[in-house]
């Protein structure tokens, strides 16, 4: 029976990085996607749009930020997100009851045309 309780403990271990792992992997091609993404959005604005550039860049970070707190629900979002976004940005946020992509892109869609 230790023999049989051995190899199902190594099953679950093997079975739970096996997740990690895959978690870490998915995670990182969103971080790696946020990052071409604000690569090519300070290439598309000009230097002269200073503004739309910031705004664009900290949405992105916040957004990856936002994604490690929903899979993590450590600490409150606000409390992450406070250091990225301007405090009208965060009650927006935080006030509509979309998901954060959609929240993210109807904000990022405003600033734009505005």
Same mark, same amino acid.
């Given at each position: 029976? *230790?023999? #049989?309780? @051995?190899?199902? $403990?190594?099953?679950?271990?093997?079975?739970?990085?096996? /997740?990690?792992?895959?978690?870490?992997?998915?995670?990182?091609?969103?971080?790696?996607?946020?990052?071409?993404?604000?690569?090519?959005?300070?290439?598309?604005?000009?230097? *002269?749009? #200073?503004? @739309?550039?910031? $705004?664009?860049?900290r949405w992105l970070v916040a957004?990856? /930020?936002?994604?490690?707190?929903?899979?993590?629900?450590?600490?409150?979002?606000?409390?992450e997100l406070t250091a990225w976004?301007?405090?009208?940005?965060?009650?927006?946020?935080?006030?509509?009851? @979309?998901?954060? $992509?959609?929240?993210?892109?109807?904000?990022?869609?405003?600033?734009?045309?505005?």
């Amino acid at each position: 029976t *230790s023999f #049989a309780l @051995s190899l199902l $403990l190594v099953f679950r271990t093997n079975s739970s990085y096996g /997740r990690w792992y895959e978690g870490r992997r998915r995670f990182g091609r969103i971080t790696t996607t946020c990052r071409d993404v604000c690569r090519q959005m300070l290439a598309l604005f000009p230097r *002269s749009h #200073a503004s @739309s550039r910031a $705004l664009m860049a900290r949405w992105l970070v916040a957004f990856c /930020r936002a994604s490690k707190w929903y899979i993590r629900e450590e600490e409150p979002l606000e409390e992450e997100l406070t250091a990225w976004l301007e405090p009208h940005e965060l009650k927006q946020l935080v006030s509509t009851r @979309s998901t954060l $992509l959609q929240a993210w892109s109807q904000h990022m869609m405003s600033a734009v045309v505005v």
